[in-house]
């Protein structure tokens, strides 16, 4: 009995190292495929992976068998073609005899979604959230949230699986709230299954979704880009090129800065320098020489690590600092970044740490913006290592207030999050480029306020990159425009947020394949974040009616088409007014401006059918007019369907 015990055992383990060693060589799908996914009706839908070179793959789904050659590399891509709405289906892709299988697939509409924060938005915190997410089971939904990934070069594909989820109320909280809200009313109208991918990223700047290659057309970027291409092949020599770029910077601005670089050497005596254990900005500190000061502080402290800790240290956490730093370890640059609420977590190269004392300096520039220093708490400073340790940064630090200095803005590293160039497309677009969708939804802009004028040409920029990488040339876009945010106005005057939405309605204007969601009447002045996701959600899927679906209805609100002087009055025609203007609360509509050059003064505004009537506005020397030109304009212009009117500038003619 023990023989034959054991020759079964034997038997059973030969079996299953048979089973494991089949399943290694059985092709793979692209990671962004994985059970419970959505693949795009109608329309071709991509289907690529990895397998053998030259392996024949077999894709095999829903009665549809189709098959791809794995090239020199051991890819493969194939098409499914003619796919009809329904499900669940399984997704075969087999080479020889061995065979990968993906379970519970969906065949419907899929979307992209992109974005900064007001995209990341998680459902569970929009308005009327308690009620939404308890109710909000649908085996017709899916989605999928792509981890950050900031990257110097394109990835083939994502670093990990794709998870694919079920709406449901386990699940649905987390994950975008304006694409869900999006999703969940196209899916009702087109009664299909939909999957949406949600890869954003909050605080990030448009310069960092745009491919190199799309990005290095811009005037003023070349550069840069050519240093973050350095830093995907050596990182160390990048970031001693950067450095050296940003010393002579300091150099031009802080003729004492010579001298001070003598901080950074782990041989400097810091003896005579104060202590402190930093928690709080530096003019928070009660410390005398900080109470009132911007401009340039060092900051040393040591940390004792064992042969083995040294070995396998590898990040260097900080929490957030105020404003600009730039981070040492023994002397080795590891790291900067220019955002108050960014935290530090910087990579550390092999060999940096050393075993014994080790001196970490830190060089924070405040220059009038904020209240400088280290931030945030204690616990939130330490050392990570590659086997899941965590050191903590206990120790005071040694501090020196030097230079006074104020206005001045350290240009950030390319590779930097949130203002970093072209590494969220290389980490969280590249590898999904080619996943056939229906369509992209695209919330982005507060990052890039202050800059109007570039953003008009990079939103058209990105909005083809992106096209291209699909090889979708029609790919329909919805831009959600941004909301209101910031200071009120009392009197007219200039905005930089108004600014940004004139680019983003400029920029939709002139592509017949993009829609605009106006939502500034449910914005929230106080916060950046408002909570009314719904509203616009159900927004953006009114212009995918339009721009994706072909149907019959207006992609948004009441939009200006030109003014015209009538007598002593200014009469501003609209389009898409669905039945024509309303004025709600009012008989007048307000946030109208009439302007002579830059000076601006509000105008009386009274709807009237199709029109607005701007009431003894027509003066000599008015040369154009406004709408909702602030940060945080009140506005109640709408369409007899109750959409919002599209803030604008027009010339006077």
Known sequence: MTIRRLAAAISVLALAAASAAHAEDAPKFARIFGDHSVLQRGASANVWGTAAPSQTVTVAFNGQTVTAMADAKGKWRTQLTGLKPGGPYTLTATAGTATTTLNDIMVGD???????SNMQFPARLSTGAW??????????????KIDNDSEPAPLDDLKTPAAWKVAGPDTTGDISAVCYYMSKTLQKEQNVPVGFIDSDWGGTTIQGWISAGALRTMPGYAKDIDLVAAYAVSPEKAMAQQGADLEAWWDGRDPTMKTQRAYISPKFNDAAWPSLIPTSSWKDTGIAEFRDFDGVAWFRTTVTLTDAQAKTANELTLGPID????TWVNGVRVGGAAMPWMWRDYKVPAGAFKPGVNVIVIRVLSGGGGNGGLTGQVQFRGIKTSDGQYIPLNAPW????????????IPPAPWDVPTSLTTLYNGMIAPLAGYTVKLTAWYQGEANAGAAKEYQALLPLMMNDWRKAWGQPDMPFLVAQLSSFGSVSTQPGPS?????????????KGDPHAALAVTLDVGDRTDIHPTQKNIVGQRLARGARAVAYGEAVTPGGPEATGVTRSGSDLVISFKDTNGGLRSYSSDTAIGFEVCAGDACKYAIAVPSGDTVVLKGANAPGITSVRYAWSDAPYVNLYSADDLPAVPFRLDVK
């Open 110 to 116: 899929v979307y992209l979604c992109g974005g900064q």
């Open 131 to 144: 009620g939404e997410i308890g109710a909000s089971y649908n085996p017709n939904i899916r989605f999928i």
């Open 323 to 326: 404003t600009y730093d730039t």
């Open 398 to 409: 040694k501090y020196k207030a030097t230079t006074r200095l104020k206005g001045l803005s």
């Open 496 to 508: 930089g947020w108004a600014e940004l939405r004139e680019a983003q309605a400029l920029a939709v």
